[in-house]
């Protein structure tokens, strides 16, 4: 469910006209729903508060819609954060989620990355591999800290919604194998400066089937199991994200509750704090790309193009995962003439600036808007400036009110990025 409704007659968001903020901001421009984020978020953990195990870390992954006014959101109902970068981690901070709520994730976490986890005191950094198990050790024993980690585990389960974000199999790079976490963890529990609390994994993104997850939740119940048999304490298990949002209109992804049957099938009675990282299903159908149409580009051959203003920097998700988002117009005309079909376009030069191959859509004209749906995560997060278009500004919405809480910069500010070599 979300807050993204035709009210007289056109496409709103909460209670503002997204025609409005398109006339005001311009397009194309991200824009936000408070009500779905919270709604969203409060499904997600109340269905995790049910699986028996306590109150869950429910911690946002920063990378899906990294925006200070969303981190805020989010932190001010309670969720902690889930960050993959040291940028990611001063997000939270400056959002106002406490250190104790940040979970560290990664696979190349640099010495000076974990050297400022260490120092602002983040509840788990997750270590994917020996060496960087090696390189936190040395970091900490520099400093005479002892910071909680917490083991990535690579289960071995293939799951997700296009290979490029499958990260729970064996050959994907993410994590150590579960017989590695066993030893690692025996030998880092006997360390002065690493005091591991838990054992986390991440399988994959838009994971619409939940048997998978089943598999995994299982394997790192037995791996928490053999850990506490040889004596060694296990505070956390970290179940990470995944859980797919409905871009297409079927297969239906499984609702959090579904996930929470899982989580209690799979490690009912077991006693441990339980992590989660939930991104993309906080964040995705809280937000809309909205974008007008430059030209209608008919060929005498019958293929017919639609250019918008928006682009693959602005949205990559169609040429790099070949996804699909729903693209509906802001002002639909009343009777509905025939639809047609439309490859939807954006201006930049390369064959893969294409939202959708003929899609049907109602017809529309040069001026119009639409929005593309469920953009909210991994949209803004992706963009950027290819081509050295500006980068897509984001708006919020709560009620009435909205707020520009990313500006669109000028080509001035674009420009004063750089400053020229000396020698020119
Ligand atoms: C990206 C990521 C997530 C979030 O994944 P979603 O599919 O958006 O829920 C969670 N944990 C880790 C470690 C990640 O890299």
Redesign the pocket.
Known sequence: MNHFELKGGELACEDVSLAAIAEAVGTPVYVYSTATLERHYTVFRDAMRGTGHGEPLVAY?V??CPNLSILKTLGAMGAGA?T?SEGEVRRALAAGISAERIVF?GVGKTAAELAFAIDVGVAEINVESEPELNLLAKVAAEKGARPQIAFRVNPDVAAGGHAKIATGKSDNKFGVSISEAERLYANASNHAHLKPVGVAC?IG??ITDLEPLEAAYGKMRGLVERLRGEGLSVERLDL????GVPYFHSPTPPEPAALAEVVKRALGGLDIQLAF?????IAANAGVLVARVIHVHERPEGQRFLVLDAAMNDLIRPAMYEAYHDIVPVKPEAGGAAPLAYDVVGPICETGDTFARERILPPLKAGDLVAFLSAG?YGASMSSEYNSRLLVPEVLVKGEAWAVVRPRPSYADMLAREPLATWL
């Open positions: 992954a990378k899906a889930d993959v994730s991440h993104s838009q990470g994200g995944g859980l990282e939930p991104g993309r299903v995560a």
